[in-house]
């Protein structure tokens, strides 16, 4: 396909972010959403989370940096045929990485269609 503005793509994120219920929003106010062309060391990652997922932080969890969740545009791009496949596919790549913050793994997130 095509690549798109890196604008569209970041409006592509945040349609996605939008979609999180109010619940989980509120939850992930300190991490950062934050596209990039593509990973450094594996450049067919779609998106990665880092930092301490939720179920793990203990009780004095401060002073850390931000939770980062990063969606690579080029991977995202490559895989999807048009514009719709690419919006669907930045959506399942935004929700599987929130899945990660809130502590799901691989096979919890592909039971739920995230994989």
Not at 19 to 35: H, I, S
Request: no cysteine; charged share 30%; proline share 6%.
């Amino acid at each position: 396909m095509t690549p798109v503005s890196d604008e569209f793509f970041e409006s592509l994120i945040d349609d996605a972010l939008d979609e999180l219920p109010d619940a989980f929003a509120e939850r992930m106010r300190n991490v950062v959403v934050l596209a990039r062309l593509r990973h450094e060391d594996n450049p067919n990652l779609l998106g990665l989370f880092e930092g301490v997922p939720l179920p793990e932080r203990l009780s004095n969890h401060a002073g850390f940096l931000p939770d980062t969740i990063f969606i690579y545009k080029e991977p995202l791009e490559r895989i999807s045929g048009d514009v719709d496949e690419l919006r669907h596919q930045v959506r399942v790549t935004v929700l599987h990485e929130v899945g990660h913050y809130f502590g799901l793994e691989e096979d919890d997130l592909h039971r739920l269609g995230y994989g």
